[in-house]
């Protein structure tokens, strides 16, 4: 640390210890990810691995790394004995969790990293040493965590505060709580894999990430809690937690400012990722975000950083907040997750594409606003603008809400009235929906209790009236292939501008619309098309071989086309497994015997069945 940084270097063996504390540039190297072996032995408390503060004699926590090595625990199975946080880089914990001006910590790594301990007994309660969170970091630049293998109750990277430059690839994680997670703009999960275990019943999710995330390749299933206790179940999505600011009208406005009435007092805000920006909700310069150079609190104007396309005027409202701009979510597959992609809120130019959905709630793109009356200490507005849901394939259903389709919402918890538009220039096109008619969709979920495509502002948007129009408006719903559902479509009351043009269904879609718009809403209905006929079903991924350890609980799946959407049963050594009816199927926990059984789906619909090829278990 004195001399700048360096590398401590562990050959091959078994080390106990019970803190290590890292100074600037210092690298914990070993010889191999397998056979060097570190082991906690403390005795719980914050953390095993940290960063030294800035005060050390290294400075701020920068160049910083762990690689090729394997860290367990010497008492894996006493809860009370582990650390709250394996790994803890970069700032130390504090007022820089939430203010990114304050954060200084760059250039921090983990890689070919295997974390192992138990994932079957833990304790989510509370950060006194009990979770055995994998990662943790707070910084302002470039964190990058590759090839690492994180088994364990929390192993995973929780609760994380960066500013810009994240990079996760080729990981691998399994855990019974938590969330892959991290705050970055220029975001990016690629090639990684998650199963959870929802059968310990915990709050638990897949990845999380806020403004330019770019989520592609990833693999994840079981997000969730198997007791639907919990406000989880989360496969792959962006959030706005300490991201909503302000909103209201604007009294007046030039190239590049504005003069503001906002519903509360106007401040400068402390943001915790992103940039600070206006959206234009509302009138002329609809659609428009840009970034804020300066707020004038006494003269409630708000100057810009770029000059508007269209100068707003008295008929346009604004939201102050931090878009989650660019959320990129492109070629993920999610299995058995209570829930699935979820936009929510602030989403800008956001593109959900070629994502494959199974036996999980599809894609949701959430809105809402809040503030006065019904709270006088916040103001909440959270506008989707351009969001593009494209060539999806969304096939079963969840197995929370019994839904599964594409869609969005907006919430008017501040008034019954229409007050701005919160859902602006939406795609739904080239998707494929195969769901389940014979079950009701719940409403376990934030999404509305809706299969197939739906754009719902009212009565499931809190608070409103169903009187005014435009919550939602401009969406285009076309070419959609939809099978096996109740409804196909649904629009209703507060949606404004929809058009649904060269959508497919089939006998199996027992109402293609169900349509609430008014007359003067502006709805056009084209050149949809029932599908007559069937067609066998046709399997284009078969169930895959696993290896799971005694006690583990492999999930198998399967995709398949057909018309109608065929149906499904799992067997075991050719034998019929009672309930096993989905496109995917979690084994119970895996005993001696299990090794080297059998599973396979029978896949049918009207036309006849197929038979996939066996997935076989591995010791």
């Not at 701020?60 to 946080?85: E, F, H, M, W």
């Not at 705050?183 to 310990?200: S, W």
């Not at 501008?497 to 609430?516: I, W």
């Amino acid at each position: 640390e004195n001399g700048g940084g360096g590398v401590v270097y562990f050959p091959n063996g078994s080390y106990y210890i019970k803190n290590i504390s890292l100074g600037a540039g210092v690298v914990l190297e070993g010889q191999d990810e397998y056979n060097t072996k570190i082991y906690y032995n403390g005795t719980g408390g914050f953390s095993f691995i940290q960063s030294k503060g800035a005060n050390s004699l290294g400075g701020i926590a920068k160049l910083q790394g762990i690689a090729r090595l394997s860290i367990l625990l010497s008492n894996p199975y006493t809860v009370s004995l582990r650390p709250d946080v394996i790994i803890n880089l970069g700032d130390q914990w504090g007022s820089s969790v939430s203010d990114q001006t304050l954060r200084t910590a760059n250039r921090l790594f983990i890689a070919g990293v295997n974390l192992n301990y138990p994932y079957t007994i833990g304790d989510s309660s509370g950060s006194d040493g009990r979770r055995g969170i994998g990662a943790l970091w707070i910084g302002k630049e470039r964190v990058l965590l590759k090839d690492n293998h994180f088994t364990g109750w929390g192993a995973n990277n929780l609760v994380t505060f960066l500013n810009q430059y994240c990079v996760l690839k080729n990981n691998r994680f399994e855990y019974s709580s938590g969330y892959v997670h991290d705050t970055a703009t220029y975001l990016f999960y690629e090639n990684n894999y998650i199963k959870v275990h929802p059968e310990y019943n915990q709050d638990s999710h897949g990845y999380f990430g806020r403004s330019d995330a770019y989520m592609a390749y990833n693999y994840v299933e079981g997000a969730g809690d198997a007791s639907n206790v919990q406000n989880d179940g989360e496969a792959l999505c962006t959030e706005v937690p300490a991201g909503t600011f302000n909103y209201g009208a604007v009294s007046g406005a030039t190239s590049n400012s504005l003069t503001v009435a906002p519903v509360i007092t106007l401040v400068n805000p402390v943001v915790e990722y992103g940039n600070l920006s206006i959206a234009i909700t509302c009138g002329r310069g609809l659609g428009q975000v840009k970034t804020v150079a300066s707020i004038n609190p006494n003269t409630g104007v708000i100057t810009l950083s770029q000059p508007f396309d269209v100068v707003p005027d008295t008929t346009s409202k604004f939201a102050l907040y931090a878009p989650l701009a660019w959320f990129t979510v492109y070629s993920n597959t999610l299995v058995n997750c209570a829930k699935g992609i979820w936009g929510f809120g602030n989403q800008y130019d956001t593109l959900v594409a070629d994502n494959t959905s199974i036996d999980c709630n599809g894609v949701f793109i959430w809105s809402a606003r809040a503030g006065p009356p019904d709270t006088t200490t916040y103001a909440q507005n959270c506008p989707d603008f351009f969001v593009r849901m494209t060539r999806n394939t969304v096939t079963g259903i969840s197995r929370r809400s019994n839904q599964g389709g594409i869609g969005t919402y907006t919430g008017r918890f501040d008034s019954p009235k229409f007050y701005d538009v919160e859902v602006y220039a939406t795609e739904i096109t080239d998707n494929t929906i195969f769901g389940n008619n014979a079950i009701a969709a719940g409403s376990g979920t934030e999404a509305p209790p809706y299969d197939g495509i739906y754009v719902s502002s009212y009565p499931f948007s809190t608070g409103s009236d169903g009187t005014g129009t435009g919550d939602a408006t401009e969406t285009l719903i076309e070419g959609n292939l939809l099978s096996n559902l109740k409804t196909g479509i649904t629009l209703t009351k507060c949606d404004y501008g929809q058009l649904v043009n060269g959508n497919t269904y089939d006998s199996s879609v027992l109402a293609f619309m169900n349509n609430s718009t008014g007359a003067g809403d502006n709805t056009i209905i084209t050149s949809n098309t029932l599908t007559t006929g069937t067609a066998l079903p046709v399997i284009t991924i078969q169930p895959q071989s696993q290896s799971v350890l005694t006690n583990g609980t492999p999930t198998f799946f399967v995709l398949a086309t057909g018309t109608p959407a065929p149906f499904y049963q799992w067997r075991k050594n050719n034998v019929a497994i009672s309930g096993a009816n989905r496109a995917s199927y979690t084994a119970p926990h895996v005993v001696m015997g299990d090794n080297g059984s059998q599973f396979s789906v029978s896949v049918s619909n009207s036309a006849g069945s197929v038979i996939s090829s066996n997935a076989i278990l591995l010791p």
